[in-house]
């Protein structure tokens, strides 16, 4: 893995399944499933991230459990849980142009259709209804906010994503 990237977190191993060496898998994926469309996966194990092969993975009732390459038995998989899985960036699919992961959105300044300067965006809330940009105010906000919920819909709220710039511009109040 190059040391350079940090590696995309995927999900994170849960408790252990059975006495084989399954583990509960909680997929941060589109789709639950789609966590095994990526291979092989890294784990953080012990603040180091090393490289596994899922061997089976199957849906047991609503959840998802999955049995690793070396882990045979509940004590190591017991090792494991809460472990983040991840992938290396490069194999991340590629998108339409027009089109971003979630991760390419934090660290970006929002700023308002007036110039104002929103400021950074922290992490996104995935709601029902819509996503929503969870906006790290600046410190000095002349608005007295430390945090601002923007919705990411798109032609209504946010109006441009710029990901060179590391920008986004929005039609929103900042006294909101």
Request: charged share 25%; proline share 3%.
């Amino acid at each position: 893995m190059n040391t350079d990237q940090q590696p995309v977190i995927l999900g994170k191993l849960g408790s252990t399944y059975g006495v084989k060496g399954w583990l509960k898998i909680t997929a941060y994926t589109d789709s639950v499933e789609g966590i095994f469309d990526y291979s092989p996966w890294l784990i953080k194990e012990q603040g180091q991230w090393r490289e596994v092969k899922v061997l089976q993975w199957r849906f047991q009732g609503k959840a998802i459990v999955a049995h690793l390459e070396g882990v045979n038995d509940m004590d190591r998989a017991q090792m494991l849980t809460n472990c983040e899985i991840a992938i290396p960036q490069q194999l991340m699919n590629e998108l339409p142009e027009d089109e971003f992961y979630w991760r390419d959105l934090i660290g970006c300044n929002v700023v308002n259709t007036k110039g104002y300067n929103m400021g950074i965006v922290d992490q996104i809330v995935e709601t029902g209804s819509n996503d929503v940009l969870l906006v790290k105010a600046n410190a000095k906000d002349a608005f007295g906010k430390a945090e601002r919920m923007i919705p990411f819909v798109t032609e209504q709220f946010v109006l441009e994503v710029n990901l060179q710039g590391k920008q986004i511009l929005v039609d929103w109040d900042p006294d909101f």
